[in-house]
């Protein structure tokens, strides 16, 4: 089992930046690849970013190419995701999820793809 707690979020302003944590236990935390999701109001939830195990590769949605940055500090079993110019349409929840990942070659982008989730954390951007 590996059990995720995320934090950081909260409210505000359009163009502003928040960083959001999410604190891994429970197993070899860098042996897990790591996303973040979120899902908005009405929405389902959509892939957001998500890094390697060993943090040597990181992918992103389109809707947030240049503005987020996924990182990881295995020593410290924390992923961390930087959300800068953020916009109205970025409120959501956002949840961390983990899937074992030394095996894998590529990323996953995919719900279904990850095995562990933390709670979510809410954020609002306000116009």
């Known amino acids: 089992q590996v059990q995720l707690v995320e934090s950081g979020g909260g409210l505000v302003q359009a163009g502003g930046s928040l960083r959001l944590s999410c604190a891994a236990s429970?197993?070899?935390?860098?042996?897990?690849?790591m996303g973040w999701f979120r899902q908005a109001p009405g929405k389902e939830r959509e892939f957001v970013a998500a890094?390697?195990?060993?943090?040597?590769?990181?992918y992103y949605a389109d809707s947030v190419k240049g503005r987020f940055t996924i990182s990881r500090d295995n020593a410290r079993n924390t992923v961390y995701l930087q959300m800068n110019s953020l916009k109205p349409e970025d409120t959501a929840i956002y949840s961390c999820?983990?899937?074992?990942?030394?095996?894998?070659?590529?990323?996953?982008?995919?719900?279904?793809?990850?095995?562990?989730w933390g709670q979510g954390t809410q954020v609002t951007v306000s116009s």
């Open positions: 429970g197993r070899t935390f860098n042996n897990y690849d």
């Open positions: 890094i390697k195990w060993s943090g040597g590769s990181t």
């Open positions: 999820a983990a899937t074992l990942g030394v095996h894998l070659l590529g990323i996953i982008t995919t719900t279904r793809g990850y095995d562990y």
